[in-house]
């Protein structure tokens, strides 16, 4: 009763489409859907008079005519966006995630996934004549390593209910957020702070809270674009520090 063991099989797709923003005949252009199939093998489990729960899984996915879009130039040197299917490629991974109670009110958690991608075959007019993509090349926001820890405590307040601060703590290998994965707009590993705070009466019909969130204020690149022809390096940043509250029935 606290040991379940599961295997999974699922494909699904992304349809096709034509190219969005055509600076010229030539690139109004179709690309085909992309196809997934992927694998699962997991554990989900409880321990120690279920004080402990442990849950793993492993995946791998095969990923077939993959859709990418490129910033690039024409002959003319104008700048231009291209949406057209890559190649293929394959994805392995495992994740784990464990929460902890060890004494009443007091509850620890702690995740962590590993993301392996590589091409293994590109389309023709994906090879190296315009240096775009390599079978090195890596998918857009996809780090290798992510990792998560939490900790919260129930505190009693008597007959005035309870108050419970948590603490967030995210960890991120880093990623590129282009195709060609051009290394000057890339995201670095990076470590994001949230904390919470909560009271909730005895009653427990509703609760009053206050969060902040990416606390120490870290500049995560949520996107980015670089023009081949002028060498422009343009980003967008993820929310930075905020700060708010609310009320839950």
């Given at each position: 009763p606290?040991l379940m063991?599961?295997?999974?099989?699922?494909w699904?797709?992304k349809?096709g489409?034509?190219?969005?923003?055509?600076?010229?005949?030539?690139l109004?252009?179709?690309f085909d859907?992309?196809?997934?199939i992927?694998?699962?093998?997991g554990?989900?489990?409880e321990?120690l008079d279920?004080?402990?729960?442990?849950?793993l899984a492993a995946?791998y996915?095969?990923y077939t005519d993959?859709?990418?879009t490129?910033?690039?130039t024409n002959?003319?040197?104008?700048?231009?966006?291209?949406?057209?299917?890559?190649?293929?490629?394959d994805?392995?991974?495992?994740?784990?995630?464990?929460?902890?109670?060890p004494?009443?009110?007091?509850t620890?958690?702690a995740g962590?996934?590993?993301t392996?991608f590589?091409f293994?075959?590109?389309l023709p007019q994906?090879g190296?004549a315009n240096?775009?993509l390599t079978?090195d090349s890596?998918?857009?926001?996809?780090?290798k390593?992510?990792?998560?820890?939490t900790?919260?405590?129930?505190i009693?307040l008597?007959d005035?209910?309870y108050?419970?601060p948590?603490?967030?703590?995210d960890?991120?290998?880093?990623?590129?957020?282009d195709?060609?994965?051009t290394?000057?707009i890339?995201?670095?590993k990076?470590?994001?702070?949230?904390?919470?705070?909560?009271?909730m009466?005895r009653?427990t019909?509703?609760?009053?809270y206050?969060?902040?969130t990416?606390l120490?204020?870290?500049?995560?690149?949520?996107?980015?674009v670089?023009?081949?022809a002028?060498?422009?390096q343009?980003?967008?940043?993820r929310?930075?520090?905020?700060i708010?509250?609310g009320?839950r029935f």
């Amino acid at each position: 009763p606290d040991l379940m063991a599961y295997a999974s099989y699922a494909w699904g797709f992304k349809a096709g489409g034509i190219t969005g923003r055509p600076a010229s005949a030539d690139l109004f252009k179709a690309f085909d859907p992309e196809w997934l199939i992927t694998y699962e093998l997991g554990v989900k489990s409880e321990w120690l008079d279920r004080k402990l729960r442990l849950n793993l899984a492993a995946f791998y996915s095969s990923y077939t005519d993959i859709q990418i879009t490129r910033n690039t130039t024409n002959a003319q040197g104008m700048f231009i966006r291209v949406e057209q299917n890559a190649g293929n490629g394959d994805i392995k991974g495992f994740e784990a995630e464990a929460a902890f109670a060890p004494v009443r009110g007091l509850t620890l958690g702690a995740g962590m996934g590993v993301t392996a991608f590589a091409f293994t075959s590109l389309l023709p007019q994906q090879g190296a004549a315009n240096m775009l993509l390599t079978l090195d090349s890596k998918l857009p926001f996809t780090p290798k390593l992510t990792a998560t820890a939490t900790a919260s405590y129930r505190i009693p307040l008597a007959d005035a209910g309870y108050l419970t601060p948590r603490v967030d703590v995210d960890y991120s290998s880093g990623y590129f957020v282009d195709i060609p994965n051009t290394q000057a707009i890339a995201q670095g590993k990076y470590v994001l702070l949230n904390a919470r705070l909560t009271y909730m009466p005895r009653s427990t019909t509703w609760e009053g809270y206050v969060s902040v969130t990416n606390l120490t204020n870290e500049a995560v690149i949520g996107s980015g674009v670089y023009g081949p022809a002028n060498g422009s390096q343009i980003v967008s940043y993820r929310p930075p520090r905020m700060i708010f509250g609310g009320v839950r029935f």
